[in-house]
Every structure is written in C-alpha cells, then in structure tokens.
T-cell receptor, first 118, second 110 residues
Framework: SQTIHQWPATLVQPVGSPLSLECTVEGTSNPNLYWYRQAAGRGLQLLFY??????ISSEVPQNLSASRPQDRQFILSSKKLLLSDSGFYLCAWSGLAGGPDFTYNEQFFGPGTRLTVL | GQQLNQSPQSMFIQEGEDVSMNCTSS?????WLWYKQEPGEGPVLLIALYKAGELTSNGRLTAQFGITRKDSFLNISASIPSDVGIYFC??????????FGAGTTVTVRA
C-alpha cells in the first residue's frame, strides 16, 4: 500500500532563516505531488504541484520554492522566512492513472508540518 | 482554481442526530471528493464520486454527486462524538488539481 511521509512534524524558525520541508511517497511510481498551506482555521491553499521529476508548477507567487529531485521526493524551501509563512504545510500525492485502490483524481495527504516563524 | 461554496461553515451535533453539509460551484466538475481533517493531522479521504447522480456510502456517511455536476452533499447518520472535525469538499477536473471548499467544522453540542 502507499504511504506518505513528511518531516519535520513541527518547526520553529526565526524570521529571515531558511526553510526546507521534505515529503516522500512510498508504494507508487510517478505520482503527482502537491504542497498545500493551511492557515489556522482556514482552508487549503495549493502552493505547488509536480507531475514529474524536475517539473514544478507554482500556484501562488511568494518567497517559497519547490523542487522534485527524485520521483517520489518533494521539497519545499525558502531562502528567508517571513512571519506570514507560519502555517500547517501539507504534502499530498495522486496517481497519474488509476491503481488497484485509487483513481487518478484522488489526493492523499501526509501528516503535515506545523511551521511557526517568530 | 474554481471557488467552491461549502455550507454550513460550522455545525453542532448531538449524538444520534443525522447531519448534512453541501458544496456548490458555478463550474462543472468530473470528480467530487469529501475529506475529514482532525486537529493537527492531514485530511483523510472519506468518499470519492465520479459520475453525475452517483450516490455512495461509506459506513454512516453518504455522499451524492449532483446531476448538474455543480454540487455535492455529504450526510452523516446517527452522529457519534468521533465525528467531530473539519469536513472539506473538493472538486476535480482533468488538470491534476482539486478545488477545495472552506470546510465545515463539526463540534459536539454541550
């Protein structure tokens, strides 16, 4: 079965410091990968998505960037964090095509990273 | 992405009650999905709908894909305390992305 991991689970960083959040998926090949941010008590904001290695689509202009160095690895980065970057960051995957227990439009979320910028 | 209007924004449940929430859009979707999120965790997929008019159940949960393809509803029958959380609807087309509603927060009535 497929599993998705995110780390770290929580992070407290000072303003102006760099950021690197990692997401990995197991049990599937060539997944679509997504980064979302969720502010406290709010909905899900799509930040980036990738349909293949080295391919990144950005949804919201900001000081964050994403990279996909391997098929099942997705990284969210920043060179200098802002206070407004605080939030709950979620990684998700979906299948390029259907599988034995999922269809292509279903996204499956990781456990999330709680980022606090002070 | 397209905007989904999810209602109600919040609701209180009493154990044993049936509750309902819905999502509407001005755009057509090929897929409707319902997720539940508990505090500090990622959303978990509850039900996926792929055909207009489709009615699908998952235990005490029932969801329907509207005939117009612009709406969906989720019913929870015989509520129990562990039903509390935030429920999100999501609509999908063919562009790998989902549009999410703002969520319905379900809490237990004191």
């Amino acid at each position: 079965s497929q599993t998705i991991h995110q780390w770290p689970a929580t992070l407290v960083q000072p303003v102006g410091s760099p950021l690197s959040l990692e997401c990995t998926v197991e049990g599937t090949s060539n997944p679509n990968l997504y980064w979302y941010r969720q502010a406290a008590g709010r909905g899900l904001q799509l930040l980036f998505y990738s349909v293949g290695i080295g391919q990144i689509s950005s949804e919201v202009p900001q000081n964050l960037s994403a990279s996909r160095p391997q098929d099942r690895q997705f990284i969210l980065s920043s060179k200098k964090l802002l206070l407004s970057d605080s939030g709950f960051y979620l990684c998700a995957w979906s299948g390029l095509a259907g599988g034995p227990d999922f269809t292509y439009n279903e996204q499956f979320f990781g456990p999330g990273t709680r980022l606090t910028v002070l | 992405g397209q905007q989904l209007n999810q209602s109600p924004q919040s609701m209180f449940i009493q154990e044993g009650e049936d509750v309902s929430m819905n999502c509407t859009s001005s755009s057509i979707f090929n897929t409707w999905l319902w997720y539940k999120q508990e505090p500090g965790e990622g959303p978990v997929l509850l039900i996926a709908l792929y055909k207009a008019g489709e009615l699908t159940s998952n235990g005490r949960l029932t969801a329907q894909f509207g005939i117009t393809r612009k709406d969906s509803f989720l019913n929870i029958s015989a509520s129990i305390p562990s039903d509390v959380g935030i429920y999100f609807c999501a609509g999908g087309t063919n562009d790998y992305k989902l549009s999410f509603g703002a969520g319905t927060t379900v809490t237990v009535r004191a």
